[in-house]
């Protein structure tokens, strides 16, 4: 019996993943501490705060696999950030080694990177350059899985992931956009895959413009099959006002390279 968890199963993407993921494993256990309905067949629901170390480890019990998404997903307070994204990271990794976990799937962010401007094709390669607070914890997260795959040999995919909704919000988002499709299969190329490492992916669908190149994880096999050249039309995004010069256009990250300092 095989058993994968999803933590930040309640977000807008855990609900999209629980749905799609129904069938992936024998069973699914969905974790948050918002509300998560009730249990539908093949799933468990045990609420958790990340940031409370005894409470992973008992999340994790019997279970094989991990999607990790669980936490502040834009720019908070230090304080916020600290507790879900810091601490809770540490724990999913570190509860993992205790019980003998040997595969996870970090939610990273493009924001890891946001700070290069969108004429610089990226890679795995590439320097972390964060554009806010959230981006720097992000890319902690990333090094935690680097440190506990190359002294314990747990194996991490860190996704990048772009812009993951049902369509692109805005005209940045025709080039970040990755669909759930996309995010779905994505996820179980991890799991499948017979080797994965340590892999820094990023998520982003076969948009027509794209700033990141997959190159170096060919050996996933994860070919991407939406384009967000299907939203080209809508007014919403043909209408929209671009300044090529205004931050919000230069640099990958967009809005979160352009705002402010969240604690001034
Ligand atoms: P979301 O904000 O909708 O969901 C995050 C979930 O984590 C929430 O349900 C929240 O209750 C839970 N959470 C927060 N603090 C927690 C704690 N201390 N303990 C337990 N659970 C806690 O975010 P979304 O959009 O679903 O994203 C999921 C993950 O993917 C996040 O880690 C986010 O940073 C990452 N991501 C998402 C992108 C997107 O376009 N949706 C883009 C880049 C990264
Ligand atoms: C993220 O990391 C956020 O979680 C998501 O809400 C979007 O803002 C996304 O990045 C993006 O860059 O569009």
Redesign the pocket.
Known sequence: MSKILL????????KELRKRLNNFRDTIRL????DLGQAQANEEIVY????DFDSVLALLDGVDEIIH??????EDTFANIL??NLI?TYNIYEAARQKGITRILF?????TIGFHDRETLLDASSELRPDSI?GVS?GYGELMARYYYDKFNIESACVR?????EKPLDRRMMDTW?SFEDLTSLVKRIFEVDRLGYAIIY?VSNNRCVWWDNKKVSYLGWHPKDSSEIFADEPYIRDEVVDPNEARTQYQGGRFAAAGHFED
Not at 7 to 13: D, F
Not at 31 to 34: C, F, K, L, P, Y
Not at 161 to 165: E, L
């Open positions: 933590t930040g199963a309640a977000g807008g993407l855990g974790s948050d501490i918002s958790c705060d990340l940031s998404l669980g936490g502040v997903s834009i507790s879900a809770g939610a990273s962010t493009n924001h959230y992000k992931i772009g812009s993951s909704f990755l998520g």
